[in-house]
């Protein structure tokens, strides 16, 4: 009688794009380490590539420089943020104040989490003298953010709680110009007190009503 032919039990080939997928992520977290660590200046695709376990080439052929890695690092930092978080958008119970308050703190707290400073710092750094880098900054990680706060001042508007007329983009501004202003120039702490106070005193300025 003749044997009966056996499967085959040769390995499967390698998955191309789940090592890739593995190998970006290995990229993008050392770059948020390195950052974190030694700072932008001194933050080198030669680092990255021997902290992530990969060749500075294949850091090449997917991003033009150590800054566009760090963009979709933060983005994906953001990501993981969100996810983790149970972030929905931004909250509308009613009370803009109240609202308003509970995201700038949360803001606060995150800036005070080196995961999160040292990437954005380091971004914000090289936009100013990279526009290309500054304009991908603005679009992928700014705007979405100014865009919730705005949305969630224009519920107020309709709601009657803001004057029709209201420039929702200068009151965002107002909120986050003096957060930032601290935060980057460290003239003083970032508390929730005063994210609390910069909260009345936006509002008082443009005259909301409850």
């Known amino acids: 009688m003749s044997a009966s032919p056996q499967p085959s039990t040769s390995p499967r080939p390698p998955d191309a794009a789940r090592r890739s997928d593995r190998s970006r992520r290995a990229i993008l977290d050392a770059a948020l380490a390195l950052v974190g660590e030694v700072g932008y200046n001194k933050l080198t695709i030669e680092a990255i590539a021997a902290r992530a376990g990969v060749g500075k080439q294949t850091i090449y052929r997917w991003w033009p420089s150590k800054a566009a890695v760090l963009l979709d690092a933060a983005l994906a930092l953001a990501g993981d943020a969100g996810s983790g978080s149970g972030w929905t958008g931004f909250p509308d119970t009613g009370d803009l104040a109240a609202d308003l ?9 995150e800036f005070a989490d080196e995961r999160y400073a040292a990437p954005a710092r380091a971004l914000t750094a090289a936009g100013a003298t990279d526009p290309e880098l500054g304009a991908r900054f603005n679009e992928k990680l700014l705007e979405p953010q100014l865009a919730l706060y705005e949305e969630r001042l224009r519920a107020a508007r309709e709601a009657g709680q803001l004057a029709p007329d209201t420039d929702l983009r200068l009151v965002v501004e107002m909120l986050l110009g003096p957060l930032t202003y601290r935060w980057l120039l460290r003239t003083a702490p970032l508390t929730h007190a005063y994210t609390d106070a910069l909260v009345d005193s936006v509002l008082g300025g443009v005259g909301a009503g409850a």
């Open 101 to 109: 308050k509970s995201v700038l703190r949360a803001t606060a707290d």
